[in-house]
Every structure is written in C-alpha cells, then in structure tokens.
C-alpha cells in the first residue's frame, strides 16, 4: 500500500508542477478552461506563448500521460503479483485515485486557484472576476468523479482479481455466469 500511496503522490506532485507552468507555456484557452466561466472570458484573449513554449507543454503534458498510465498498471500489475482479493485490490484502488482526487480538490483548486493570486498575476485580465471568490465552482465535476470512482475500481477490481483470464472469459463466457447454468 506504501508504494500505492507514493505512486499517487508522484501523480499529485507532477499535476502540481504542470499546473504551475502551464500559464507561461500553455494557450491561455487550454489553462483557463478549467477555471470559472467568468475568468475564462476574461482571460481567453491574453496573448499565448510562443509556439515553440507551446510544443514544450504539450511535450511535459504527454510525458506526464505517460507517468499516469505507467503508475496506473504497476499498482494494477502489484494486485495481480500478489493475488490480492477483490476487497484489497478495491482498497488499493480506490486509495491510488483518491490521494490524487483529495490532492486535487484541496491544493489545486481550493489552495492554489482559489486563495493565491497566482493565476490573476498570470493573467491580469481577470483580477476582478467573481470566479475567484466562487469556491464551489468545480463541485459538481468533482462530485461526478468522486461517484464513479469507486464504481470504476470495482470493476477494475473484479477484473484483476477473477480467477479466469479474458481469453476464457471471451470464449467461455463470465465464470459467474457458469455457475448459474
């Protein structure tokens, strides 16, 4: 669970970076599209970095991907080497994306967008939005999240702890529907 844990903070810690140079790398209309309708009007037309700056984001915003999907499998690839049950490998699932979610919702949107003025010194265009105030912003995409999250994990769960493989799960069919025939 300890390497879980690490893997999800090493996701947390890049999201944290790529948030923070974003605005000095990225289209103001990649960046502000997550931020409140208001700001996003106000700060759509600043002027966008240079093309060059854009590729590196898209670059780090790629190899980023690329952690995620890797840190993903391996805690995927920890529950299959260890045979865990589906309790456990739920457990560590669900731990995997709620550190991230919790790192998300409490540093990166209600610390970092909400509290400092980073973005408005990014973008002095938008200072005098009343998104900046409105902390309930995201609630609803976060909620949604926060929802399917442990639906996804489950499944994810009951995939990597059936007994068969999907090869026989394709041609036999699910071994829960075999018991019932």
Aim: charged share 20%; aromatic share 10%; net charge positive.
């Amino acid at each position: 669970m300890k390497r879980t844990v690490g893997l999800s903070l090493g996701m947390s810690f890049i999201m944290l970076v790529l948030v923070l140079i974003a605005p000095h790398l990225a289209s103001p209309k990649l960046v502000l599209r997550f931020l409140p309708k208001d700001v996003y009007e106000a700060g759509r037309d600043h002027p966008a970095p240079s093309v060059p700056k854009q590729l590196l984001c898209h670059l780090l915003l790629a190899m980023a991907a690329v952690y995620m999907v890797w840190a993903y499998k391996d805690v995927a690839g920890g529950i299959k080497r260890e045979r865990l049950s589906f309790g456990e490998a739920y457990k560590r699932l669900l731990t995997f994306l709620l550190v991230e979610k919790t790192f998300d919702i409490v540093c990166l949107d209600q610390i970092l967008c909400m509290s400092t003025d980073y973005y408005q010194r990014c973008y002095p265009e938008t200072k005098g939005c009343s998104g900046w105030k409105n902390r309930s912003w995201n609630n609803k995409n976060q909620a949604l999240r926060l929802v399917l999250y442990p639906v996804l994990c489950a499944a994810q769960a009951y995939i990597l702890t059936r007994k068969g493989n999907m090869k026989d799960i394709f041609l036999n069919g699910s071994p829960l529907l075999a018991e019932t025939r």
